[in-house]
Structure formats: structure tokens, C-alpha cells
């Protein structure tokens, strides 16, 4: 188990659905990410959080729509999801955007029908 | 564009033999380096960071950095079946406002 905690740990959904991907965290991180990643390949960076502001949007689709409503939560909102977006979601924090490592959850499996 | 490059194997030891793993990168001016383990279908775990030139060991595992070369490795002693995994290199430049950037990997085999 990490000390990062996402749920659910699977998500079936539609392609006109809207749900909501969550992580939390409790090590004091002011530094929070959310990953895509898809099978035999890195993760790919969506989003980053710092100091509960969002820092990086990397071109992300408008259907992923993240949220940081405190310094322990992060939480991704699905919506419209296209069948290319199945992957593993994973969100990760650190102490700040310095040189500390990023700890990783154990992510959520999502499919899209 | 800044990129860090693996050797994406599978790269297959017997039991009991060391395990080296390479990573080279572009950005010269990286400062922070990133080994982590991942099994098929679960997360990515923090196995060693390193900041400074050299060796640094913990356990079974010995990272190596050569800023020079603008290279990093992970050796894995005494390999087990349980080491079997994919082995992600990650680094991040200068600046706090840097990303990390991750390798594509190396499948590592640990042959019983």
C-alpha cells in the first residue's frame, strides 16, 4: 500500500458519463500530479498542482477537468470520455515542485465502452 | 526537447547475477535522477533517487550517476524472480519549475 490513495481502483464508464477520479494524500505534499498510462508505456504527464493552484495543464482535452480543493485532495472530473482514454490513471505527490521524488498511488484502471 | 533514453530489453538475468540498467538523458543541466519499479498492472514505487556524482547503495540496489556522461544506471545485486519488473529512469532538470521526465523503460527478467 502507498501513502498516496486513489479511488476507485477500477472505473467502467460510458462515453456519456461523467465521473470523478479521487486522490488523497496526508504526507504534507504541496506538490500533486495526475499521469495517464497507457499499457508498455511511461507515464504521461497531465496535470500538476502546487500549493493547490494548477501549475501545468499539459494540452490536456477539456474532458479531463482536475480539481484541488485542498492540500490533501486532488480530484480528476471525467466527462464525454472518448475509448482512447482507457488507461491507468495515476496521481502522484511530492513535498513542492523542488527536486524531491514523486510518490505514486496505485491508480485507477479506467475503461471507456 | 529534453529526453531520457532506456534500453527497452527484455533484458533477462539468471538468479543470483547483478542487474545493470542504463539511462542517458539530454538536459546537461539535470540535477535530480529517479529510478522506479513497476510490476505489470500496478503503480510506479520509488526505488533510489540521486542528486550527486557516484554511487549511492541501498540495499541489493547501487545507482550510479556521471553528470559528465549525462548518465545514470541501477545495478541490482544478487537478482531475484521477485526483481521481474519494468524499470523506469525519471529526471528533472534545474528548476523547481522543471517537469520530470520519465524513460520508456526497461523490462528486467530474473531467470529462477
Known amino acids: 500500500d502507498t501513502e498516496v490513495t486513489q479511488t476507485p481502483k477500477h472505473l467502467v464508464m460510458g462515453m456519456t458519463n461523467k465521473k470523478s477520479l479521487k486522490c488523497e494524500q496526508h504526507?504534507?505534499?504541496?506538490?500533486m500530479y495526475w499521469y495517464k498510462q497507457k499499457a508498455k508505456k511511461p507515464p504521461e504527464l497531465m496535470f500538476v498542482y502546487s500549493y493547490e493552484k494548477l501549475s501545468i495543464n499539459e494540452s490536456v482535452p477539456s474532458r479531463f477537468s482536475p480539481e484541488c480543493p485542498n492540500s490533501s485532495l486532488l480530484n480528476l472530473h471525467l466527462h464525454a470520455l472518448q475509448p482512447e482514454d482507457s488507461a491507468l490513471y495515476l496521481c502522484?505527490?511530492?513535498?513542492?515542485?523542488?527536486?524531491?521524488?514523486?510518490?505514486f498511488g496505485d491508480g485507477t484502471r479506467l475503461s471507456i465502452l | 526537447q529534453k529526453e531520457v533514453e532506456q534500453n527497452s530489453g527484455p533484458l533477462s538475468v539468471p538468479e543470483g547475477a547483478i542487474a545493470s540498467l542504463n539511462c542517458t538523458y539530454s538536459?546537461?543541466?539535470?540535477?535530480?535522477f529517479f529510478w522506479y519499479r513497476q510490476y505489470s498492472g500496478k503503480s510506479p514505487e520509488l526505488i533510489m533517487s540521486?542528486?550527486?556524482?557516484g554511487d549511492k547503495e541501498d540495499g541489493r540496489f547501487t545507482a550510479q550517476l556521471n553528470k559528465a556522461s549525462q548518465y545514470v544506471s541501477l545495478l541490482i545485486r544478487d537478482s531475484q524472480p521477485s526483481d521481474s519488473a519494468t524499470y523506469l529512469c525519471?529526471?528533472?532538470?534545474?528548476?523547481?519549475?522543471?517537469?520530470?521526465?520519465f524513460g520508456p523503460g526497461t523490462s528486467l527478467s530474473v531467470i529462477p
Open positions: 504526507m504534507g505534499h504541496r506538490a
Open positions: 538536459d546537461r543541466v539535470s540535477q535530480s
Open positions: 525519471a529526471v528533472k532538470g534545474e528548476t523547481s519549475y522543471d517537469k520530470v521526465i
Open positions: 540521486i542528486y550527486s556524482n
Open positions: 502522484a505527490s511530492s513535498h513542492d515542485r523542488g527536486h524531491q521524488p514523486q510518490h
